[in-house]
């Protein structure tokens, strides 16, 4: 892929950029590892004063990487806003949180005994510079969400981004600069995916953490696995909706609109496959529908827009291959499945895709095991809560989940039950900086957020002073 920002809404190639040669690549990597080398001593309070004043610019800045954000992945320009404010707050809160989050930890005093020493104790240490391969879907979110913890614990950071999201690549390494980090905290590296792998075995490169598509992950965890470096994994998803006979089933459907289309339906924690009891199945199904089709799909810098673009044109036809599949398999379509008409205004050569229902979903289908990565939801009949939780864990994946039930033993069942990195009752699975996540299967490995996620990439060192010290 060409390292160019093109509007998903109309095709049009707005700005291109020339990938970095092999010297320029060798250039940031050097100056990251020599900033390396000083940073990871600087005193917490620094490094939050630097990061606190990285969310005020951002703050300032929303507008504008909102509009940029929007222009080069199609994401409706409230969305864009709201990441933005999203991403200062999670600085904000690493700011505040980053020193305790990594205080010395202290084992029990006969344990220490135990052992032999007079003390002990458990220290958290950075371990260097982090290769961050990002995506584009949720452009500055995915980033900050690594970056933040990061720098907070004296690391540093290499950003490979999606070639299709290069002005906001470039920005985020303006804000850190401007914030006042050191030059060599945090660069982007402007390289094709081919150029990963070498910048990946450099041996100033410690670790790396990728978010993305599974054969991306499968790529950078083989080439980590043979240099012995740690790594981080958030891929795919194919989130299941649970809906039982207890919910609130007219704010589970109206939930679940928003939970099936947000950022276009781009999203690895997007609700896809939406499991019902059949007692609650024909209203759920009837509201659900009528949210999706009542929709507004369109120009995503105009603030009415509620579905915008799929990010390239590649995606929207991966999309309605699986769409394809399943209706020549006998799926039901219960509304979209097609490309939407009369936009108008330069927006027929844009990449959009109607929000779209189907229905009759069976194993012989592609979409019953494949990520559906747009706003493309399928509905399932179950009978019972068992064949519930078989559906949602019969799947590669294991995210993210979503479970409507008021009953305290369902809830339990669910939560002891379902193969996920999360279980969210009677709402939508969202991330928020106090909170781990992460998944298991095919969806990864590693922690992101909280204090989980600024330990990853930490040297977790035992510190032991013998008897003769006492």
Known sequence: MPIATVNPANGELIRSFDAFGDDETERRITAAAETFRQYRTTPFEQRAAWLNRAADLLDEDRDTIARTMTVEMGK???????????????????????????????????????????????????????????????????????????????????????????????????????????????????????????????????????????????????????????????????????????????????TAVTARVQNNGQSCIAAKRFIVHADVYDEFAERFTEGMRALTVGDPLEEGTDVGPLSTEQGRTDLEELVDDAVERGAEVLCGARRPDKLGGGLENGWFYEPTVLAGITTAMRIHQEETFGPVATLHRVADLDEAVHLANDTPFGLSSNVWTRDAGEQERCARDLEAGGVFFNGMTASHPALPFGGVKRSGYGRELAGHGIREFCNVTTLWHGPEES
């Open 76 to 254: 409706p320009i409230a969305a864009a806003r709201a990441e933005a404010a999203k991403c200062a707050k999670a600085m904000r809160w690493y700011a505040a949180r980053a020193e305790g989050l990594l205080a010395d930890e202290y084992p029990d005093a006969d344990d220490v005994h135990d052992s032999g020493a007079s003390r002990a104790l458990v220290r958290y240490r950075p371990l260097g510079v982090v290769l961050a391969v990002m995506p584009w879907n949720f452009p500055l979110w995915q980033v900050v969400r690594f970056a933040a913890p990061a720098l907070m614990a004296g690391n540093v950071g290499l950003l490979k981004h999606a070639s299709n999201v290069p002005q906001t690549a470039l920005y985020l390494e303006d804000l850190f600069h401007r914030a006042g980090f050191p030059a060599g905290c945090f660069r982007t590296l402007l390289i094709g995916s081919g150029a990963v792998e070498a910048v990946l075995r450099d041996p100033r490169v410690a670790a790396a953490t990728l978010t993305g598509s599974e054969p991306a992950g499968r790529s950078v965890a083989a080439t980590a696995a043979d240099e012995v470096k740690k790594t981080v994994l958030e891929l795919g998803g194919s989130d299941p909706y649970i809906v039982l006979p207890s919910a609130d089933v007219a704010k589970a459907a109206a």
